[in-house]
């Protein structure tokens, strides 16, 4: 028997349905064990207590409360940061970046006096120092490795042997597919709002195609300040999302006074992205050195005398700057060369030159408006995160009749 044609469904129709399915996604993702669904005239208000956990595949995997995880930033997410996210019921990510494996071994011990909750490292694999600190967080056991920047199937391997997990950074679709075949355990989807090396998607679009594609979850990084924002990450696909410049901002952050300040008056319009801050596409605070740069040709013989400047202040024999050189092919050193020689800006700006210093930072900095702690700022997430939610269940009446 021929089946009858459905017939289309109206233009209201279709909204109410759009609505059943945003709620129905979110509540596949999540279960705000405390939260019930409330019509919007019963909605939570902003001084009442947040959810105890709000459960995705990816807290359950990591053993946190919320799905919000602090960027892994070099020398800005340290040992103070990352126990208060994780104490917090988030997961802290220690920022490595360059420093020595003997920095970054005092670094997890004191991360560890700090907090008994899972946490992180992050290492951006083709920096100077990341592989050694890849293996350091090996043999330490730390619960999670972030990798980026390169390959980390030896990490994966490595990490599974004592029940660690590892999450790979991505940009794109064909480095997400290539992290889960080499064996991560969640891959942070960085869009192209995202301060630092943000990719040429952006994060409403990456997300949901990287949550239909792989089967490991998926956190959304780049824009993300608010309970809105994580809340529409999981109504997109994510199972959490992992904030960068609301995190450099927050009290625990060793960005300068000056740069917090500034980065209150600055709009979602005040960051530069370009090649020229360090190899490839990175974002940046808009400052007059960022400016100054961007009208600058790159000088590749300066980059090198500070690279190997760089190389000594963090205990890398210039040798193996050479024998990297012969390895990973002169584009690839000349980046590593180009992203170390903008530390001198860096250092700048932790004297608090805000004119001469650069710093990384996302379009979400026009979102900021306080330096708040840590635990504050995951606690008025998390509550602003019900209040959107009820604010959903107002404007999208249920589905009756089924
Ligand atoms: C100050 C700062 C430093 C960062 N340093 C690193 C880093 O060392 N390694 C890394 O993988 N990403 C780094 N990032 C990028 C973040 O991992 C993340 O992709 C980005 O902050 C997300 O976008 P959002 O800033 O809008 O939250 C840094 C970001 C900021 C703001």
């Not at 530390?343 to 210093?357: A, I, M, T």
């Not at 602003?384 to 999208?396: C, K, M, P, Q």
Request: charged share 20%; aromatic share 6%; net charge neutral.
């Amino acid at each position: 028997m021929a089946v009858p044609p459905r017939a289309l469904p109206s233009w209201n129709e279709s909204l109410v349905l759009g609505a059943h399915r945003v709620r129905e996604t979110i509540y596949r993702q999540v279960q705000w064990t405390e939260l019930r669904v409330l019509p919007f005239l019963e909605a939570k208000s902003m001084q009442q207590a947040p959810a105890k956990t709000i459960r995705t595949d990816f807290t359950d995997l990591m053993g946190i409360r919320f799905p919000i995880i602090n960027a892994g930033m070099g020398w800005v997410s340290l040992p103070k940061m990352v126990a208060a996210v994780s104490n917090a019921g988030g997961l802290g990510i220690l920022g490595a970046g360059v420093q020595p494996p003997s920095v970054v071994a005092d670094q997890i011990r004191e991360i560890r006096e700090l907090t008994e909750k899972p946490f992180g490292i992050n290492c951006p694999l083709a920096m100077p120092n990341a592989v050694d600190n890849a293996k350091l967080a090996l043999k330490e056991q730390v619960p999670v490795i972030n990798y980026s920047m390169g390959r980390g199937d030896w990490i994966a391997e490595g990490a599974t042997r004592y029940g660690g997990k590892t999450i790979a950074s991505v940009n794109s679709v064909k480095l997400a597919r290539s992290a889960q075949e080499r064996g991560a355990d969640a891959i942070i989807a960085t869009g192209y709002e995202a301060a630092g090396h943000a990719g040429e998607i952006g994060t409403f679009v990456l997300v949901p195609r990287l949550a239909e594609l792989l089967d490991i979850p998926v956190i959304a990084a780049g824009g993300v300040t608010s309970g809105a924002g994580l809340l529409g990450a999981l109504a997109l696909g994510a199972s959490g999302v992992s904030l960068g410049t609301r995190f450099a901002t927050a009290t625990e952050s060793t960005w300068h006074e000056n740069f917090k300040k500034a980065a209150i008056e600055r709009d979602v319009h005040d960051t530069l992205i370009s090649e020229k801050f360090g190899g490839s596409p990175n974002r940046l605070m808009r400052t007059e050195q960022a400016e100054k740069i961007l009208r600058s040709q790159v000088n590749p013989f300066h980059a090198l005398l500070y690279s190997f400047q760089i190389a000594r202040e963090m205990d890398i024999p210039l040798t193996r700057v050479a024998l990297d050189a012969v390895r990973q092919g002169p584009k690839r050193v000349f980046e590593m060369i180009s992203m170390a020689s903008m530390q001198r800006y860096n250092k700048l700006s932790f004297e608090g030159d805000v004119g001469q210093g650069t710093v990384h930072a996302g379009q979400s900095i026009g979102l900021i408006h306080d330096t708040l702690e840590v635990a504050e700022i995951i606690r008025r997430i998390i509550t602003e995160a019900e209040d959107a939610l009820a604010r959903l269940n107002g404007i999208f009446p249920e589905r009756s009749g089924e």
